[in-house]
């Protein structure tokens, strides 16, 4: 039986249907971790990346990130590039080191459109970039086409 003043055939009428974007119409909620030292950074990806669904955490750098990828196993790992002590080809090293071929997929955050320091790094690798100032569209459909794959 149905709740005074509710209709049994749908959703409550003061609740919001779920709704996809775009952008992950084929892809199911992912953990998501994300490593930057520069909170706010750090915090506008998780706010994009969990209102899209995602289960998203977050790491102020590399030696946070391999404590939380000890605890837990994520689907996918943003990370910025530069960061002291473990940079991103480090954090990388450190991940295959533990994962070897079970890694989880790995997207770089950088500054810059070419980093001369990481430039060989990224085209050697392969490894999709995301350049800051972020913009929402651009890192959900980078994070749906690395989850889809």
Not at 112 to 135: C, E, I, Q, W
Request: hydrophobic share 45%; net charge negative.
């Amino acid at each position: 039986m149905a709740a005074a003043g509710l209709d049994a055939s749908g959703p409550p009428p003061n609740l919001a249907p779920a709704r996809l974007t775009r952008y992950r119409a084929g892809v199911d909620a992912r953990l998501i971790l994300i490593v930057d030292e520069e909170a706010a950074v750090r915090q506008s990806l998780i706010d994009v990346l969990s209102l899209d669904g995602h289960e998203v955490d977050g790491a102020g750098d590399a030696d946070g990130a391999l404590l939380l990828l000890d605890q837990r196993r994520y689907d996918l790992v943003i990370s910025d590039l530069r960061m002291p002590k473990l940079d991103g080809p480090a954090l990388l090293d450190a991940l295959t080191e533990r994962f070897g071929d079970a890694l989880p997929r790995v997207a770089f955050l950088t500054r810059v459109a070419f980093d001369p320091h990481y430039g060989s790094f990224l085209t050697n690798m392969r490894v999709p970039v995301l350049t800051t100032p972020l913009k929402p569209g651009r890192v959900l459909e980078l994070v749906g086409r690395m989850l889809e794959s």
